[in-house]
């Protein structure tokens, strides 16, 4: 999360938004998010709702939920997602930031 909020506004300069959904109730998220200074949106989702939609995995053994990263683009369409096998097996921003490079170039 550290890195998201270090590179925020490159996300910003191509057109993106980063939401970020956390397992925790809402006082506490806000709470760290606050606490963080977190640019995005952070959603809390303590029910899994959101986290279940999108098929993100729960694994007890390895501290909860896995890391999941998904790209959906303006239409609603997903255009890239990633499920983690460990909490360290996440894109780096710099990969995420060339897909949205490629993706804005597909547009008009």
Known sequence: ???LRQDYQKFVDRQ???IAIGPE???TFADWWHKEH???TGLADRAHVVANLYG???NPLKLGRMPALVVVDK???I???HY???MSDIPSDEAILSLLDDLNKERP
Do not use: C, L, T, W
């Open 1 to 3: 999360m550290a890195q």
């Open 16 to 18: 993106a938004e980063v």
């Open 25 to 27: 109730d809402a006082k």
């Open 38 to 40: 977190m640019p995005f």
């Open 56 to 58: 993100q995995k729960v």
């Open 75 to 77: 239409e609603g369409k």
């Open 79 to 81: 255009r890239y997602q």
């Open 84 to 86: 983690g096998d460990s």
